[in-house]
């Protein structure tokens, strides 16, 4: 993680007023925007170094890399640049996301996979943020509680006010699940991520076929990490 700053963040538009734009990982060997205007407001000395957004499942084949490609699509647009990507299986993310342009942000949205523990020591500091994702069942808020719970004494106390659930509906008409344990935990938003035929496609992500939901799902988790 680089500990130059970042890019300093737009404005926030209303659920569902922007589509997703394109993002990329930062190709080996060249290098960010020399560019950067100051960070802003009283934060500025706890956000010097770049941010990182950790995504990750409390299962295997939860969705975290089709939501890792989702988030680095779309916060790259709505921050005027293109967010660094990256994972932990070698270049899953990158076959997905909408499309492959290099990075002009030091910022970073990784998608860590099935280790919730470990992601969550990472986004421990300040400028970082966690997204822990779930299936949208009765089973999977249950498994999803209990990750959080295992991350409460290891994290920064402000961790779970500064991330996201992001619950994701694997069978279309399932119904939403109650999340009501999830929200006592004092985590910043609990997001379900309905069924898309544009996402269970295997392969590239195309940003224009994505349901409305789906937009403004993923708008609702940029809103809140402040993205």
């Known amino acids: 993680m680089s500990d130059r700053p970042p890019v300093a963040p737009g404005s ?3 659920p569902g007023s ?14 960010p925007a020399p560019s950067v205007p ?7 000395a706890a956000v010097q170094r ?3 957004v950790l995504v990750a499942g409390v299962s295997g084949g939860t969705g975290t890399t089709t939501l890792a490609a989702l988030l680095a ?3 790259g647009g709505r921050r005027g640049g293109v967010v660094q990507s990256s994972d932990h299986s070698g270049g899953e993310l990158a076959a997905r996301l909408p499309r492959l342009e290099p990075a002009t942000s030091r910022d970073t949205v990784h998608d860590a996979g099935a280790h919730v523990g470990p992601a969550a020591a990472l986004a421990a500091p300040p400028e970082n943020a966690l997204v822990v994702v779930g299936r949208a069942t009765a089973e999977g808020v249950e498994d999803t509680r209990a990750a959080l719970d295992g991350i409460v004494e290891r994290a920064d106390p402000s961790l779970l006010a500064r991330s996201v659930v992001v619950l994701v509906e694997r069978t279309a ?4 699940p109650d ?4 929200a006592s935990t004092g985590i910043g938003a609990v997001v379900v991520l ?6 269970a496609r295997p392969g590239r992500i195309e940003a224009g076929a994505l349901a409305r939901g789906t937009v403004d799902a993923v708008t609702q988790v940029l809103a809140t990490l402040r993205w």
């Open 12 to 14: 926030v538009p209303a």
């Open 18 to 31: 922007v589509p997703l734009p394109g993002s990329a990982p930062l190709p080996p060997g060249s290098a």
């Open 38 to 44: 100051p960070v802003p407001g009283s934060r500025r």
């Open 50 to 52: 770049a941010r990182t």
């Open 73 to 75: 699509d779309a916060a």
């Open 173 to 176: 008409g399932a119904g939403t």
């Open 179 to 182: 999340t009501a344990a999830l």
């Open 194 to 199: 309905s069924r898309d035929r544009a996402l």
